[in-house]
């Protein structure tokens, strides 16, 4: 059982900075992809990245250049680091863990809220 813990959100300025952190607990998997999604109210859930266990870096076109994801393997982190944040980036952020293997197993986090006002 994987599970997921996410922190750093908060209230930011326009053009502010906020790093979300996720700790993952229980990764049995070799092959996995770790990210992160957001949920404004009213919408749906969307992909903001995500990093496979390779490496492989994937980002919504929304975010590029504004936001990066990485990882800690010892810490057993994922971060997000949000720059230049818009008041569209308001949402609950979610991290999702997808553990693969013949089937995949995918595991969320509870969310953190990170509002940016105008």
């Known amino acids: 059982q994987v599970l997921l813990a996410e922190s750093g959100g908060g209230l930011v300025q326009a053009g502010g900075s906020l790093r979300l952190s996720c700790v993952v607990s229980g990764n049995n998997y070799r092959d996995y992809i770790m990210g992160w999604y957001r949920q404004a109210p009213g919408k749906q859930r969307d992909l903001v990245a995500d990093?496979?266990?390779?490496?492989?870096?994937n980002y919504a076109d929304s975010v590029k250049g504004r936001f990066t994801i990485s990882r800690d393997n010892v810490k057993n982190t994922v971060y997000l680091q949000m720059n230049s944040l818009k008041p569209e980036d308001t949402a609950v952020y979610y991290c999702?863990?997808?553990?693969?293997?013949?089937?995949?197993?995918?595991?969320w986090g509870l969310g953190t809220q990170v509002t940016v006002s105008s």
């Open positions: 990093m496979s266990s390779g490496g492989r870096r």
């Open positions: 999702n863990f997808v553990g693969l293997r013949r089937y995949s197993d995918t595991y």
